[in-house]
């Protein structure tokens, strides 16, 4: 009842093959297994969308997804948002709005509105209330969020306009430069639990 | 979460011969964002949960098949809604896939998953019972033809036999031209389960095709061939009169937390007239969804 079913899943980059029980879900493997906090626990029913991570390129609450399910898949976090240090443009555009309140949301956000902006170069307002309805802020900072990614929106097309870098990441299937997975990246064995 | 064992069989034929031989004891799994939720509360007490999506046979894609669309049970609602031939021929099952949940319910949850949860409140079944979809089912002893109106029975419970799955949804392509719509009232715009949901279709002959759902047990679907709906002319009076029998069989339950009987009963006829006012709009503008 309780075997372990073995996985590989490539997160944020790095190959992890693990052994995981079939009962626990991705988000509980990203974050007990892996200690990748950013996804938070809330709802549990795929209402509040603080789980939200990019599973093959796709948003879904990580909370609906069991751990064996993502077996030979790619998920991308809220950790494997950013590359080397550096914030992507929705990143500095939720500092720069004030759209972090408490925080709590804030990861679920982030990867929503990239995963958005990777489908939607151009989204209007709607589109931005559409494609994050599926994330609740209870602090209601929902004004300056949707600014926040109409304004990284907006520098993705200046940035694209200037170097075509953002637009080719865009349709190559990446939501910006930065979330772009290393296809070099080597298993990490000493942070895969076997 | 109540401990279970997992299978993920690469054919239909596994997966029958499994759930076969577990019984009630097995579960399918498609998309999961009902079901895991059900796990997890422990109303669905599996100890095997059978994922469907490594079996090729079981497409996740959408094809054209001589006279019908056929969606595999495996397509989820963000591809369903965006198709461009679901826009063009059956555009109230696109609006409607549209709206379950939000984008990352909407890029796991399955058409087929939708059907077989068999929530009264579900939003693709008006527009799936106004097309005349039928559900294909596979089981040990073949496959079968089960039109959506016998499909759906009541709350959670459909005609699928034990051992059966559903393999894809197959929606004939349009012979007339229709105008069609679907249309729901939630208690907030994004994301929400729905109060009242409904679909129409009006045809360019004059008969229409309307579907309701989340006012009781299951979805209904009614027709009428008076050609009173499909003229945008008709006075509030003569459609009333002929909107109320087709109505008559809401039943909205006491007991939902989301919204009360009265309110439900009256936005339904709201609703049906918006819809046939924008399916009548829209076969006058020359659809043919």
Redesign the interface.
């Given at each position: 009842?309780?075997?372990l079913?073995p996985i590989q899943v490539i997160v944020n980059g790095r190959v992890r093959a693990v052994r995981v029980?079939?009962?626990?879900?991705l988000l509980e493997f990203l974050r007990d297994d892996l200690g990748l906090t950013g996804s938070k626990e809330c709802c549990?029913?795929?209402?509040c969308?603080a789980c939200?991570v990019l599973?093959d390129g796709?948003?879904?609450?990580s909370?609906?997804?069991?751990a064996?399910?993502a077996?030979g898949g790619e998920v991308t976090t809220v950790e494997g948002i950013a590359a080397e240090g550096r914030l992507t443009l929705v990143q500095q555009a939720f500092l720069d709005h004030g759209a972090a309140q408490c925080g709590f949301c804030i990861p679920g956000q982030i990867v929503?509105a990239h995963?958005?902006l990777a489908a939607n170069a151009h989204p209007t307002r709607a589109d931005v209330?559409?494609?994050l309805?599926?994330?609740l802020c209870r602090c209601a900072g929902y004004e300056q969020i949707i600014e926040a990614v109409l304004a990284a929106a907006g520098r993705y097309a200046a940035a694209s306009a200037d170097h075509g870098t953002a637009a080719r990441a865009r349709a190559a299937g990446s939501p910006d430069p930065a979330v772009r997975l290393d296809p070099a990246a080597t298993p990490d064995a000493r942070l895969a639990p076997q | 979460?109540?401990?279970?064992?997992?299978e993920?069989p690469r054919t239909l034929a596994a997966a029958i011969r499994i759930l076969e031989a577990t019984g009630t004891a097995a579960t399918a799994?498609a998309g999961?964002?009902d079901l895991?939720?059900d796990?997890?509360d422990g109303s669905v007490r599996p100890?095997v949960?059978v994922?469907l999506?490594g079996i090729d046979e079981i497409e996740a894609g959408i094809r054209e098949e001589g006279d019908r669309l056929v969606i595999g049970a495996r397509a989820v609602m963000?591809d369903i809604a965006a198709d461009p031939r679901v826009r063009r021929d059956f555009i109230a099952l696109a609006e409607a896939a549209a709206v379950v949940?939000?984008?990352?319910?909407r890029?796991?949850a399955t058409l087929a998953g939708n059907i077989c949860n068999a929530s009264p409140a579900a939003d693709t079944t008006p527009a799936l019972l106004v097309y005349g979809a039928q559900v294909v089912a596979v089981g040990s002893g073949g496959g079968r033809r089960i039109s959506i109106d016998d499909f759906l029975i009541g709350p959670g419970v459909t005609a699928l036999a034990p051992g059966e799955l559903v393999a894809g949804i197959e929606l004939p392509l349009p012979t007339q031209r229709r105008g069609a719509v679907h249309v729901r009232r939630t208690r907030r715009?994004?994301?929400d389960l729905a109060s009242v949901t409904l679909a129409c279709a009006v045809f360019e002959g004059g008969s229409v095709r309307l579907a309701y759902g989340s006012v009781g047990p299951r979805p209904w679907l009614v027709t009428d061939d008076s050609g009173v709906l499909a003229d945008p002319a008709a006075s509030a009076e003569a459609w009333t009169a002929i909107l109320e029998p087709l109505l008559a069989a809401a039943s909205p339950s006491p007991r939902s937390m989301r919204a009360g009987p009265e309110y439900r009963l009256a936005m339904l006829r709201v609703l049906a007239r918006r819809a046939l006012d924008v399916a009548n709009r829209r076969l006058t503008n020359g659809a043919t969804a």
């Open positions: 009842m309780t075997d079913s029980t079939p009962h626990h879900t549990l029913v795929g209402e969308g939200t599973l796709r948003s879904v609450d909370c609906l997804v069991l064996v399910e077996d929503s995963a958005l209330e559409e494609g309805a599926g994330n | 979460m109540r401990p279970f064992s997992y993920r799994l999961g964002t895991i939720i796990l997890r100890d949960v994922d999506k963000e949940g939000s984008v990352q319910i890029n796991r715009r994004g994301h």
